[in-house]
């Protein structure tokens, strides 16, 4: 390592630790006990995880290190320095997947009657077939693009597949070969089918196109062909220069993403030295950018199988999540009047949370309707109940965080859908991302205007509030319905940071908040009292909160972390973290919640939130932290959590030395999976809850706050 910066060793890189994510995903698709397509989707997720990857993280480290930026992070290493480290190991990762896909899952693939084939495999009697249909359907699209001194290499998309062909020259001398150009079309399917004896057998479109290429180049000899892929830098630099809105600015982002530099180039394996190297020239990167591939580039194609028809008993059992509301036989309104309602995604279903957004948008008596929007569905029945009350007269206020990394265009156009319907859209707040997750309807009652206030810890998107996990909360409560009002008011208007009673706000007093909750801890201990921190998020990488851990675990806090991505805090360390334990929980169901569990001295207070320990979400977001103060609602929160630590089948361990190890059952001890446990819990509550209907609902109890 170059430089005199001394190593801290009490930190974890945090791109590393990302990769060692990615590996624990990774391991998910080598598990023979997991259903093959199971399998087969973890690893496309861990190839679109790489991509993401190399265009956010490893772009932003080749930024920095081309502007000479010595600002070392946690551990001490600068950008130049991580970058080599980080590169290693992501390409030894996407060996590592490689090698699973030909050795492992290809021919377990095969033996199910699922194979995608070379061309030399493709059975005579089905070439003339495919010929047809490339003649027909595929040749149509293609368009060769011949690259000479008046033709300048093509601005090829981010992640686009194509073929780059070197053509003898047109007189047979030695005076050089020519370079060309073909896209493969992505609005056709990668999968070509081939009807053979086998049940389901294809070969890819990028092969087919090959093997038909002389009908783009009459004429001429084609010397070499090869697949090449790109990665671009993905991300956004806005500024405030040149009085351009934000929206403005993030859509001439958006475009300019579309030709920011190249931070990778995928070659096929086969490729000669020479096509390589004039390749590598073209879009300006150094050999230790470019990656030789064996087999094929960008098996995101994966996920094409694994939505084959017909092949169920290779997936994990359907999952219907449960409806505990379904059978209330009475408006949402009317329940939230008495009690709130908590949600666990994806065991109960998101639909109570559409419902009610759907009736405020049909009910005469709701006047308004605020809501964050961080990331919706294509087709998003949200949206489309916002729509409808702003076309009713209703006054609908949406913040659109534009700036959602590769939802932006999405959010575009939501954005000015909702515009277009009459609702005021705030396109995010300049400076900083809005990650908070909540809606707020005002509604005129009996008794007077009255408030309901969804909060949560994920998107309002229903498709992956079937995949990940997070809880949400209705409720009517007159404070934290105050708090919602206030928080709005802030952002959309010129008010000062709100006064919360209830509600924590990032970046206003957040990280303050969760410091002095920890700090709190380690007194109490220091004291003799009960204490002990418990949480769960995606991430954890603020130093200020691992110091203030650290200072807590030195104290005697028990501290319990489950986090799923990304550690820099280093667990396990003899008189620094002796007393903090790390899990990671990687199953069918992306664990995406945020929760907060301070011992306190025994008077607990439990937190949900949409940000995790990380700076950006701390100093860089507008986030919220909501208390659960119902006991109810609390032991089922806690119940939840304490199962990430009963795991003993998807859980891995952070080490002292910074390794994940797989945590299994002792001897004798029955196997305990967190997500099966809370899918089965689920059930069950909702099954007691159906042999009790016809019960009233009593409300919980006087809340000083409703």
């Not at 081939?194 to 084609?222: N, Y």
């Not at 359907?318 to 209330?328: C, T």
């Not at 709130?340 to 009910?363: K, R, W």
């Not at 929760?595 to 949409?610: I, K, M, P, T, W």
């Amino acid at each position: 390592m170059s430089g005199t910066q001394a190593i801290d060793t009490r930190f974890i890189n945090r791109e590393l630790s990302w990769l060692a994510f990615n590996e624990r995903v990774l391991g998910e698709a080598a598990d023979p006990s997991v259903p093959l397509l199971e399998r087969v989707k973890f690893a496309a997720i861990v190839s679109s995880n790489l991509d993401e990857f190399f265009m956010v993280r490893i772009a932003n480290l080749m930024r920095d290190a081309d502007d000479g930026d010595t600002e070392p992070d946690l551990e001490g290493l600068t950008a130049s320095q991580q970058l080599p480290l980080v590169r290693d190991r992501a390409r030894a990762q996407m060996a590592a997947l490689r090698e699973l896909l030909e050795g492992q899952i290809r021919p377990a693939l095969a033996a199910e009657g699922v194979r995608w084939l070379a061309w030399a495999e493709v059975p005579a009697q089905e070439r003339a077939r495919l010929a047809a249909f490339f003649r027909d359907t595929v040749l149509p699209v293609l368009t060769p693009l011949a690259i000479d001194v008046s033709r300048p290499f093509p601005l090829l998309a981010s992640l686009s597949l194509n073929l780059a062909l070197l053509l003898d020259a047109p007189d047979g001398s030695d005076a050089g070969h020519r370079l060309a150009i073909v896209q493969v079309p992505p609005g056709l399917g990668r999968l070509v089918r081939v009807t053979d004896d086998a049940k389901t057998a294809f070969v890819l479109l990028e092969d087919l196109i090959s093997a038909h290429l002389a009908q783009l180049f009459p004429g001429q000899k084609i010397r070499e062909v090869v697949c090449i892929r790109i990665s671009r830098d993905a991300d956004l630099e806005l500024d405030d220069e040149g009085g351009r809105t934000h929206l403005e600015q993030v859509e001439r982002e958006v475009r300019r993403r579309r030709q920011s530099d190249v931070v990778r180039l995928e070659i096929s394996g086969t490729a000669s030295d020479e096509l390589t190297n004039v390749l590598a020239q073209q879009v300006d990167l150094d050999a230790d950018d470019v990656e030789a591939v064996s087999g094929p580039l960008d098996v995101r194609f994966l996920m094409s199988i694994v939505e084959l028809p017909g092949l169920e008993r290779l997936r994990d059992p359907a999952m219907q999540p449960v409806d505990r509301l379904a059978g209330e036989h009475r408006d949402l309104f009317a329940l939230l009047d008495e009690r709130d309602v908590l949600l666990h995604h994806p065991y109960e279903a998101f639909d109570p949370v559409l419902s009610l957004v759907a009736l405020a948008a049909d009910d005469p008596h709701v006047l308004a309707i605020k809501q964050t929007l961080y990331r919706a569905s294509s087709r998003s029945p949200l949206i489309a109940s916002l729509q409808r009350a702003a076309e009713r007269g209703k006054q609908v206020t949406v913040l659109v965080e534009l700036t959602a990394r590769f939802d932006e265009e999405r959010n575009i156009q939501w954005a000015r859908a909702l515009e277009s319907a009459g609702a005021h859209v705030i396109y995010g707040v300049r400076g900083y991302k809005t990650h908070a997750k909540m809606c707020l309807i005002v509604r005129r009652g009996l008794d007077g205007v009255r408030r309901y206030l969804h909060l949560g810890t994920g998107n309002y998107n229903e498709r992956t509030a079937r995949l990940y996990t997070d809880f949400g909360l209705m409720t009517s409560s007159h404070t934290l319905c105050t708090d919602a009002s206030a928080v709005f008011n802030a952002i959309t208007g010129y008010s000062d940071p709100p006064r919360l009673t209830k509600l924590v706000m990032a970046p206003t007093g957040l990280r303050r908040r969760f410091l002095k909750l920890i700090d709190r801890e380690r007194r109490r201990a220091e004291s003799g009292q009960p204490a002990a921190i418990t949480a769960k998020m995606n991430s954890l990488t603020d130093g200020a909160i691992i110091l203030a851990l650290y200072a807590a675990s030195g104290a005697g806090v028990r501290i319990r972390l489950n986090v799923r991505g990304i550690c820099a805090l280093r667990p396990g360390v003899p008189g620094l973290s002796a007393n903090i334990d790390v899990v990671s929980v990687v199953d069918r169901f992306l664990e995406h919640a945020r929760v907060y569990h301070f011992r306190n001295g025994g008077d607990e207070e439990v937190y949900l939130a949409s940000a995790d320990w990380m700076t950006r979400n701390l100093d860089r977001r507008i986030e919220l932290m909501f208390p659960i103060e119902s006991e109810e609602h609390r032991r089922t929160v806690l119940a939840a959590l304490e199962a990430m630590f009963r795991d003993t089948v998807k859980s891995s361990r952070l080490g002292a030395d910074g390794v994940y190890r797989r945590i299994r059952p002792e001897p004798g001890e029955e196997p305990f999976r967190a997500q099966q446990f809370l899918q089965d819990e689920a059930r069950r509550v909702a099954d007691l809850q159906k042999d009790r209907a016809g019960v009233t609902f009593q409300p919980e109890g006087p809340d000083t706050g409703r």
